[in-house]
């Protein structure tokens, strides 16, 4: 058997997340991923994801390992996949990886970034991965709160629904970052993130680049562990898993 890496790219509009959902009517990035892997190799595949996007979500650079009995060239599994796979997900690369290699367990940081669009409508390259928010934001304000989260603490208050034994995270970087007048993204880095993490986070920013909370109001928010503290979820649209570091 050997193990192979993909980075993969996708847009998340259509699917119900990332991960095989027994009950949901709509289609899952994971099992079109092993479908499609399933006929290049001529055996059922499973994969292990870096991170388990929701419905809606985005990716640049998914990673996903795997196992697999066939000599297939990595090279030549691309092309075939190029093939088989719909068009809102894409190979980046396709490598042999270590026998030890999880995509899972041996990442150390995971980036994300939420795109918001300064206008009520997006262009076409920004159609369905940016927040239309044409009213007045600060961004200076929203850069201010960004800093509460740098470190390790309890994320309970940006955490819905939390399964995990542990709500503390550490966040090595984030910021709001202004591309152009137009195009505003959040970048926020960390070992790991809690279920819609990101998007709590941006909806508390958004309320305080509003004028609505004030960036004491969004720390104090941040430190009660309270979901119910926190600002509502921004919209799933304008969040894209950006990179993986290992």
């Not at 991965?129 to 989260?149: F, N, V």
């Not at 993490?197 to 004028?211: D, E, P, Q």
């Not at 562990?225 to 600002?231: F, I, K, N, V």
């Amino acid at each position: 058997m050997r193990r192979l890496r993909l980075t993969l790219g996708y847009h998340g509009t259509h699917y119900a997340g990332w991960a095989i959902q027994s009950r949901s009517a709509r289609p899952t990035v994971q099992a079109t991923v092993e479908s499609a892997l399933g006929s290049a190799l001529g055996h059922p595949v499973r994969v292990t994801a870096a991170g388990r996007t929701d419905a809606g979500v985005h990716a640049e650079a998914q990673v996903v390992s795997f196992d697999t009995s066939s000599t297939i060239s990595p090279a030549g599994l691309e092309r075939v996949l190029d093939n088989v796979l719909p068009e809102d997900v894409w190979v980046r690369s396709t490598e042999e990886a270590a026998s030890d290699f999880d995509a899972r367990r041996s990442a150390r940081r995971r980036w994300y970034r939420y795109a918001v669009w300064r206008h009520a409508s997006p262009p076409a390259e920004w159609h369905g991965r940016a927040l239309p928010y044409p009213k007045p934001l600060d961004l200076g304000p929203m850069r201010t709160a960004s800093q509460a989260l740098l470190g390790t603490h309890d994320f309970g208050a940006f955490a819905t629904r939390p399964s995990q034994t542990t709500t503390v995270r550490t966040v090595l970087a984030a910021d709001w970052l202004r591309v152009s007048d137009r195009l505003w993204l959040f970048e926020i880095c960390a070992d790991a993130f809690l279920k819609q993490m990101v998007r709590a986070i941006v909806g508390s920013s958004l309320l305080v680049g509003s004028g609505r909370w004030s960036p004491e109001a969004f720390t104090s928010a941040a430190a009660s562990t309270e979901r119910q503290a926190a600002g509502p979820n921004a919209p799933a649209l304008g969040l894209t898993l950006h990179r993986i570091d290992y």
